[in-house]
């Protein structure tokens, strides 16, 4: 058992240039579709350099910053299978399932913004955005709070924390409008 802090490291280090992928990502996403709009010949060299950048980044990094980490997790559940039968690592796991809805989300994203199919508004994925960091804001607390029944408050601040966020993106919203 000696070596399984070190694997909780690496599944760790996985996660964390898992969600930096993700939160970037997205925001070239943003970049995408607003070069989309642009006149030529801007809007062609935008749009080329911006799918190498996207390209790049979701198959050397975001991909698998994704499979090492739930290597790692699946291997730390192996050692210590005594983890599932608590409740915050079940819902824990929760979160991890929508974590990887989401990467698969950004996937057909990023297969439709490669083909030059804008499908969704840059305002959308600004919105989007935010779908893992509350995950990654739900995750941390489950971990953090795990023995504690201060888990559901932390899950319910998460619930209030989103509709922050997305009161805090309408406001936004519309200063960029007035602007």
Same mark, same amino acid.
């Given at each position: 058992? &000696?070596?399984?802090?070190?694997? %909780?490291?690496?599944?760790?280090?996985?996660?964390?240039?898992?969600?930096?992928?993700?939160?970037?990502?997205? +925001?070239? $996403?943003?970049?995408?579709?607003?070069?989309?709009?642009?006149?030529?010949?801007?809007? &062609?060299?935008?749009?080329?350099?911006?799918?190498? *950048?996207?390209? +790049?980044?979701?198959?050397?990094?975001?991909?698998?910053? *994704? @499979? /090492?980490?739930?290597?790692?997790?699946?291997?730390?559940? #192996? =050692?210590?299978?005594?983890?599932?039968?608590?409740?915050?690592? #079940? @819902?824990?796991?929760?979160?991890?399932? /929508?974590?990887?809805?989401?990467? @698969?989300?950004?996937?057909?994203?990023?297969?439709?913004?490669? /083909?030059?199919?804008?499908?969704?508004?840059?305002?959308?994925? +600004?919105? $989007?955005? &935010?779908?893992?960091?509350?995950?990654?804001?739900?995750?941390?607390?489950?971990?953090?709070?795990?023995?504690?029944?201060?888990?559901?408050?932390?899950? #319910?601040? =998460?619930? @209030?924390?989103?509709?922050?966020? *997305?009161?805090?993106?309408?406001?936004? %919203?519309?200063?960029? &409008? +007035?602007?």
């Amino acid at each position: 058992m &000696e070596y399984y802090l070190y694997i %909780k490291s690496l599944h760790l280090i996985f996660v964390i240039t898992w969600f930096a992928a993700l939160f970037y990502i997205v +925001r070239i $996403f943003v970049y995408q579709i607003e070069a989309s709009h642009k006149p030529s010949p801007e809007k &062609e060299i935008l749009g080329s350099q911006l799918k190498i *950048m996207a390209y +790049r980044l979701w198959y050397i990094i975001s991909w698998p910053s *994704m @499979v /090492l980490a739930t290597v790692f997790a699946i291997w730390l559940l #192996l =050692i210590n299978p005594d983890l599932l039968i608590y409740n915050w690592m #079940l @819902v824990k796991l929760g979160f991890v399932v /929508l974590l990887l809805i989401y990467h @698969v989300k950004c996937h057909l994203i990023f297969k439709q913004l490669q /083909l030059g199919i804008v499908k969704y508004s840059s305002n959308f994925m +600004r919105l $989007f955005n &935010e779908g893992a960091t509350i995950i990654l804001f739900a995750v941390v607390f489950l971990v953090i709070l795990r023995d504690a029944i201060n888990w559901i408050y932390g899950v #319910l601040g =998460i619930i @209030v924390f989103s509709i922050l966020i *997305m009161l805090g993106y309408r406001f936004y %919203k519309k200063v960029r &409008e +007035r602007e």
